[in-house]
């Protein structure tokens, strides 16, 4: 199995979820990998680390979520891997839930959402974002 963290969603995936009508409600599992130090992209002099940069846009992100029908369902430091094996390990875990796929896929594209996107930018490496629906 690949294992390829990225920053940023395919475009067309984004658009698949928007397309979808489907009223279940989904929960996405988040991957999280922090910089040692954020880069901001603008030249920003902020001296912090990549998780503080992250905070920044997952405190304003949780607001949004929120008022839009969605919550946080899990936040926590991941300890270690018990069973297989990767190459690098991630830094935190996260699930959030929303109302359905296309409520996930108007959420993420909010204007509000792309401005404070330069935080999770400056501070991720990369991440997984696996979404989950009840069975």
């Known amino acids: 199995m690949k294992v390829e963290n990225a920053v940023y969603p395919t475009a ?15 929960a996405m599992l988040n991957l ?11 030249g920003r002099a902020d001296n ?8 920044r846009y997952g405190n304003a992100m949780t ?12 936040t926590g430091r991941i ?9 690098g390990m991630w830094d935190v ?9 296309a409520a996930f896929q108007r959420i993420v594209t909010l ?3 792309a401005e404070i996107g330069v935080h999770r930018e400056a ?4 991440q997984l974002l696996i979404m989950t629906e009840s069975v």
Do not use: C, N
């Open 12 to 26: 067309e995936g984004i658009r698949a979820l928007g397309q979808d009508k489907s009223p279940t409600k989904i």
């Open 32 to 42: 999280l990998k922090f910089r040692d130090k954020a880069v901001y992209k603008d």
């Open 48 to 55: 912090i680390s990549g998780r503080e940069a992250y905070m």
């Open 63 to 74: 607001k949004i979520v929120e008022r839009e029908g969605g919550r946080i369902l899990f």
């Open 79 to 87: 300890a270690g891997l018990v069973i297989g094996e990767v190459e």
């Open 93 to 101: 875990a996260a699930i959030m839930e929303y109302p359905s796929r």
């Open 111 to 113: 204007p509000e959402v």
């Open 123 to 126: 501070g991720l490496e990369g």
